[in-house]
């Protein structure tokens, strides 16, 4: 009895550390931390994530982020903690046959989850599903009461609501997971419990969302929102891999499946359901760990030996054995190629930061402020932004920056131009800046991902900010501009319009600020690529007047939006000569383009496509 007591709360303590940021990150300069503090200032300010704030993220992307706030910490925390108490709670239900020294064994692969947090997250959906499976099929049924058992179904299934206003991946993952519960409670006679898996779940996600400061009228706008940008994901910020870890991630998963299947004692019906959130929680692992390949795959292979692990609480076979050696093999070659760091360092590193962080935390309850305030003004010494008047956003993706400098933010929705993956969503950028709440100030920086055509990410906003701002300082690679006390409208004129094939060599026609809306449509296999994997990559080769050539990356959707093509802008200093008369810019104009496919066969593009050739005044940016 004692070691069963024992092993239960080592493995309640394990997890708690896992999940729980009792020593979280501070702020920092760079890509990543910069959205991390950024949505943390959003709801520290009673922004409306769907309407203000547009991410891949939601208001409690500090549990998946775990970067530290003073108006998010509480949030984080208590977050934390309630989805750990339910994966614990989740595991021993599962496990609730097993001898003691069982929980001391699943103690020892969670000690490896402190880089695999999607994993983690992403697990408990699973466990789920797996647990649903259990009720239906539970020995002994009539010891549950039936309010026991209505309970049991209403707490498995609360902690859905929060996992949605983590990350927009989650969202898809829970309703999936929802949709498959709920058709196997019906498909078994259990009305009750079919209709508590979806109550719950609604009722949670209501609750924590009023938790977070956020008014319930933008709920909708944030579920929709986040679907949106989510389906965008894949072709802007695809990335190639190692096609060798896709190969045996697929073949554990295989095995998984095909371990599934072969139960005979499993009924039709259970080994349906079974396979179905199996499949779900392998796939969703695929697309977010493989879709942007490198520094992301250690995802699949974790939730492969996660996966691997819980099937022995479902059904006994020898399998199993092999299975878990598989998926240990799995986790192992493709962990090994991104963490770089051994057992027992990730041993010593995630509990000895759990420790000190619980222990500062009682002694000092000020620590962490203290901490936040520090590294926000190491921040702000670093980059020595003047203090300005009125509003002021940043462009593209330094919101460290400005955040840490005590001007007032102002972000436009989607605040992280590499994320502007479709028109829908730069126009929404653009009428920001031509809304009554457009930003006074706009600290601009060129600084493209994956070697993006420079103008294309937020392009479309660039004529507003070319027309209705002034410069008036350049430092450090940063270009302050102000808006204009009298603001022009903004209406590109369409010059012309264009069919071409791709690999066709494509003159433009002569203008100082030559824009474009380029429409290329995946096939149907394209599309295929796009929901189960990743479309091929496409490519611009620009001709420039001087006779040198460029090649960057184009991505679709985002090229369907406005950008500017010609002259060719590649930093900061070349972007500040556009609101120069003397045109230093003329060996950057480009001549023609060549847009084609990043492998020679392409069966992921339409071969012909469109282009809309527009310009604007440029007197209207001088005046």
């Given at each position: 009895?004692?070691?069963?007591?024992?092993?239960?709360?080592?493995?309640?303590?394990?997890?708690?550390?896992?999940?729980?940021?009792?020593?979280?990150?501070?702020?920092?300069?760079?890509?990543?931390?910069?959205?991390?503090?950024?949505l943390n200032q959003a709801v520290a300010q009673g922004l409306a994530f769907g309407k203000d704030i547009i991410f891949t993220l939601?208001?409690?992307?500090?549990?998946?982020?775990?970067?530290?706030?003073?108006?998010?910490?509480?949030?984080?925390?208590?977050?934390?903690?309630?989805?750990?108490?339910?994966?614990?709670?989740?595991?021993?239900?599962?496990?609730?046959?097993?001898?003691?020294?069982?929980?001391?064994?699943?103690?020892?692969?969670?000690?490896?989850?402190?880089?695999?947090?999607?994993?983690?997250?992403?697990?408990?959906?699973?466990?789920?599903?797996?647990?649903?499976?259990?009720?239906?099929?539970?020995?002994?049924?009539?010891?549950?009461?039936?309010?026991?058992?209505?309970?049991?179904?209403?707490?498995?299934?609360?902690?859905?609501?929060?996992?949605?206003?983590?990350?927009?991946?989650?969202?898809?993952?829970?309703?999936?997971?929802?949709?498959?519960?709920?058709?196997?409670?019906?498909?078994?006679?259990?009305?009750?419990?079919?209709?508590?898996?979806?109550?719950?779940?609604?009722?949670?996600?209501?609750?924590?969302?009023?938790?977070?400061?956020?008014?319930?009228?933008?709920?909708?706008?944030y579920l929709i929102s986040t679907v949106w940008i989510a389906s965008g994901f894949t072709e802007a910020m695809s990335t190639n891999?190692?096609?060798?870890e896709v190969i045996l991630y697929l073949f554990t998963c295989l095995l998984i499946l095909l371990a599934i299947s072969w139960q005979?004692?499993?009924?039709?019906?259970?080994?349906?359901?079974?396979?179905?959130?199996?499949?779900?929680?392998?796939?969703?692992?695929?697309?977010?760990?493989?879709?942007?390949?490198?520094?992301?795959?250690?995802?699949?292979?974790?939730?492969?030996?996660?996966?691997?692990?819980?099937?022995?609480?479902?059904?006994?076979?020898?399998?199993?054995?092999?299975?878990?050696?598989?998926?240990?093999?799995?986790?192992?070659?493709?962990?090994?190629?991104?963490?770089?760091?051994?057992?027992?360092?990730?041993?010593?590193?995630?509990?000895?930061?759990?420790?000190?962080?619980?222990?500062?935390?009682?002694?000092?309850?000020?620590?962490?402020?203290?901490?936040?305030?520090?590294?926000?003004?190491?921040?702000?010494?670093?980059?020595?932004?003047?203090?300005?008047?009125?509003?002021?956003?940043?462009?593209?993706?330094?919101?460290?920056?400005?955040?840490?400098?005590?001007?007032?933010?102002?972000?436009?929705?989607?605040?992280?131009?590499?994320?502007?993956?479709?028109?829908?969503?730069?126009?929404?950028?653009?009428?920001?800046?031509?809304?009554?709440?457009?930003?006074?100030?706009?600290?601009?920086?060129?600084?493209?991902?994956?070697?993006?055509?420079?103008?294309?990410?937020?392009?479309?906003?660039?004529?507003?900010?070319?027309?209705?701002?002034?410069?008036?300082?350049?430092?450090?690679?940063?270009?302050?501009?102000?808006?204009?006390?009298?603001?022009?409208?903004?209406?590109?004129?369409?010059?012309?319009?264009?069919?071409?094939?791709?690999?066709?060599?494509?003159?433009?026609?002569?203008?100082?600020?030559?824009?474009?809306?380029?429409?290329?449509?995946?096939?149907?296999?394209?599309?295929?690529?796009?929901?189960?994997?990743?479309?091929?990559?496409?490519?611009?080769?620009?001709?420039?007047?001087?006779?040198?050539?460029?090649?960057?990356?184009?991505?679709?959707?985002?090229?369907?939006?406005?950008?500017?093509?010609?002259?060719?802008?590649?930093?900061?200093?070349?972007?500040?000569?556009?609101?120069?008369?003397?045109?230093?810019?003329?060996?950057?104009?480009?001549?023609?383009?060549?847009?084609?496919?990043?492998?020679?066969?392409?069966?992921?593009?339409?071969?012909?496509?469109?282009?809309?050739?527009?310009?604007?005044?440029?007197?209207?940016?001088?005046?």
């Open positions: 009895m004692l070691f069963d007591f024992l092993s239960k709360l080592m493995l309640l303590l394990i997890i708690m550390c896992m999940f729980i940021p009792f020593s979280p990150k501070m702020p920092a300069p760079g890509i990543d931390p910069s959205w991390a503090l950024g939601g208001p409690y992307s500090s549990l998946y982020t775990k970067a530290y706030h003073p108006a998010t910490d509480f949030l984080m925390i208590s977050g934390c903690l309630s989805l750990a108490i339910s994966y614990w709670i989740c595991l021993l239900f599962l496990m609730r046959r097993k001898p003691w020294y069982w929980f001391l064994i699943y103690c020892v692969p969670f000690l490896g989850m402190i880089y695999a947090r999607d994993s983690l997250f992403f697990s408990y959906p699973l466990l789920a599903g797996l647990i649903s499976y259990q009720i239906i099929f539970i020995e002994n049924r009539a010891m549950l009461a039936n309010i026991y058992l209505l309970l049991l179904v209403f707490f498995l299934f609360a902690p859905f609501g929060l996992l949605v206003l983590i990350k927009g991946s989650m969202l898809i993952l829970c309703m999936l997971m929802l949709i498959l519960c709920f058709i196997f409670f019906l498909t078994n006679n259990e009305k009750k419990l079919a209709f508590i898996c979806l109550a719950s779940p609604t009722v949670s996600i209501i609750f924590f969302w009023l938790m977070a400061g956020q008014h319930l009228s933008s709920l909708p706008a891999g190692n096609a060798n005979k004692k499993i009924t039709i019906g259970a080994k349906i359901f079974l396979l179905g959130i199996y499949f779900v929680f392998l796939f969703v692992s695929f697309k977010t760990g493989f879709t942007r390949h490198v520094g992301h795959a250690f995802i699949p292979g974790t939730s492969a030996l996660l996966a691997t692990l819980f099937l022995p609480f479902i059904f006994n076979s020898r399998v199993n054995a092999l299975l878990i050696l598989v998926s240990l093999n799995s986790w192992y070659y493709i962990n090994s190629h991104y963490t770089g760091i051994s057992l027992r360092d990730n041993f010593i590193s995630s509990y000895s930061s759990a420790w000190h962080g619980l222990k500062s935390r009682i002694q000092d309850p000020d620590w962490l402020k203290k901490n936040f305030l520090f590294t926000v003004n190491f921040l702000r010494d670093q980059t020595a932004f003047p203090r300005l008047q009125g509003t002021t956003d940043i462009y593209s993706y330094d919101q460290s920056y400005l955040i840490s400098s005590q001007n007032i933010w102002s972000p436009r929705p989607i605040f992280q131009s590499y994320s502007v993956f479709n028109p829908g969503l730069a126009e929404k950028n653009k009428k920001h800046l031509q809304g009554t709440n457009n930003p006074d100030n706009i600290i601009f920086k060129i600084e493209p991902i994956d070697q993006r055509v420079p103008s294309l990410e937020d392009g479309a906003s660039w004529p507003l900010l070319l027309v209705n701002y002034k410069p008036t300082l350049l430092t450090s690679n940063f270009l302050f501009l102000h808006k204009k006390k009298h603001p022009h409208q903004v209406n590109l004129t369409l010059l012309k319009k264009e069919f071409h094939v791709l690999g066709e060599h494509v003159r433009l026609p002569k203008k100082q600020l030559l824009f474009v809306e380029i429409n290329l449509k995946p096939t149907i296999w394209g599309a295929l690529a796009t929901i189960f994997f990743r479309p091929q990559q496409l490519q611009i080769t620009l001709q420039l007047k001087n006779g040198t050539t460029k090649q960057y990356r184009l991505v679709a959707n985002m090229a369907r939006s406005t950008f500017l093509l010609t002259p060719l802008i590649e930093n900061t200093d070349e972007f500040s000569m556009l609101y120069e008369k003397d045109n230093k810019l003329n060996d950057k104009t480009v001549s023609s383009i060549i847009i084609t496919t990043s492998q020679e066969i392409n069966w992921h593009w339409n071969n012909t496509y469109t282009i809309n050739f527009k310009y604007i005044d440029t007197g209207k940016i001088f005046s």
